[in-house]
């Protein structure tokens, strides 16, 4: 495994770490609708990444208009995601809804890659993605057990789910596809998200009136705003620079494990020894994906010719050095 990979894997590493707070952090704010912490939190998340990548927008505004209708499926995708998310976690519960939206993002994303961008998927994602997906649903049976069963608003909420994965999917392919054209990644990522920012101003004005209600749920939003959504799309931005979206997707089953760890150790849930196993299992997925041999393969991706996908510092500096377009591992197409 190449160095750029390791560093790209151990962004995404920490981006999951991130996310996998933003559970926990809502419990200390019972009081706000799940569509007004999803809105507060990507929201604002989205509009602070456009304002750092002003400079970059400005520079490849061009760029950005030939790419209008990726950007903009980007966007929708920002926009749909922490809807459908949080509203997921609020009607299935925390373990059910994060399960189901990320395990099912690395499959939607896989299959973006295959059907969109055409490149084969080997046995090494295969192998992750099972694996991921098993420890993830390895963490639901002990949340299952303690209801009455299915109820509506369970199959609502895994339904919202599905959603979530499929938006978080497309929001990850669409910046990947974006950096592959040769557009810098302040750029890549401030288009999108500052686009679906925006389109979740209006649900963040209609339904945020109770972040404001007392300094524990404004606190709330604001770390979620800043640190999760923030800094964790800031790295997973850098991260999507070194790894293909598929791999980037797959990594970030991280989160429901660190989540469950989380509801143990700060809000006091019970993990019985299935959900441990399904921890680990969950583990072995960055295992595999760091052994996995690393070749550099040429999708069909940059629709641009003569462009050079950036690297992690900007696409100017590795101009002279990377191939016209952005290399990928045949295998681990696989997110992100």
């Excluded at 799309?233 to 989160?255: H, K, N």
């Amino acid at each position: 495994m190449n160095r750029q990979r390791a560093v790209g894997l151990a962004a995404i590493t920490l981006t999951a770490v991130l996310w996998g707070t933003t559970g926990t952090a809502a419990t200390f704010a019972p009081g706000v609708g799940p569509l007004a912490i999803g809105a507060a939190a990507l929201g604002i998340g989205g509009l602070l990444q456009a304002v750092i990548a002003l400079p970059s927008l400005r520079r490849e505004g061009r760029s950005l208009r030939s790419s209008a209708e990726t950007v903009l499926l980007g966007a929708v995708s920002v926009a749909v995601y922490p809807l459908a998310f949080y509203s997921s976690m609020h009607l299935a519960g925390v373990a059910i809804g994060s399960v189901i939206s990320l395990a099912s993002a690395p499959l939607a994303s896989g299959v973006l890659d295959r059907l969109v961008d055409r490149v084969p998927l080997d046995r090494w994602w295969a192998l992750s993605a099972v694996l991921g997906v098993t420890g993830s649903v390895m963490l639901c049976p002990a949340t299952m057990e303690s209801g009455a069963g299915l109820s509506a608003g369970t199959v609502w909420g895994m339904l919202l789910g599905l959603v979530a994965g499929a938006s978080y999917a497309g929001y990850s392919w669409a910046v990947h596809r974006l950096l592959g054209r040769g557009i810098g990644r302040g750029a890549a990522m401030g288009s999108v998200f500052g686009a679906g920012g925006l389109l979740l101003v209006p649900v963040l004005l209609a339904t945020g009136a109770p972040l404001l209600a007392s300094a524990q749920n404004f606190s709330v939003a604001a770390y979620m705003a800043l640190v999760p959504m923030f800094c964790g799309y800031v790295l997973f931005g850098f991260g999507l620079t070194c790894v293909p979206a598929s791999t980037a997707t797959t990594v970030t089953l991280l989160e429901p494990a660190v989540a469950t760890v989380l509801a143990v150790l700060v809000v006091g849930e019970r993990l019985n020894a299935l959900g441990w196993a399904g921890l680990a299992v969950i583990g072995a997925v960055l295992v595999v994906l760091v052994c996995a041999p690393s070749s550099p393969r040429t999708p069909p991706l940059a629709d641009a010719p003569g462009t050079t996908p950036p690297g992690p510092a900007s696409s100017s500096a590795a101009s002279s050095s990377r191939p016209t377009t952005t290399p990928r591992r045949p295998a681990a197409l696989p997110p992100a």
